[in-house]
């Protein structure tokens, strides 16, 4: 995580380089969805700002299990997302999870 905020500081290259790859793939085909894995508020922000209303958040958790072993792990929770899904069960109920989520942004 702390090459990335290097990178993030210098020129903006982990963002930049997203945003270009959703360019090229929006050209390709407009009708695109395209995850972002990303854990910094502040980065988030940069992504839900740049894309406004085409950007949803989702935060995916674990109860009992939190890194705070770096900066990008520690302020995850630091943020409003639009979704959370609460991976407390086993792999099944996290996959029906999943798919309610993904049923949702399609309606």
Known sequence: ?????????YNNCSFNYVNDQIIQLNNENNEIVFFIHCREPDE???FKTYHQDKLLTLLITRPNVFITSNEA???VLNYDYDYVIDNNLDFDHFNKEC?????????
Do not use: R
């Open 1 to 9: 995580s702390d090459l990335k905020f290097l990178a993030s500081k």
């Open 99 to 107: 798919k309610k989520f993904i049923d949702t942004i399609f309606k």
């Open 73 to 75: 792990d520690g302020n």
């Open 44 to 46: 988030i922000e940069k």
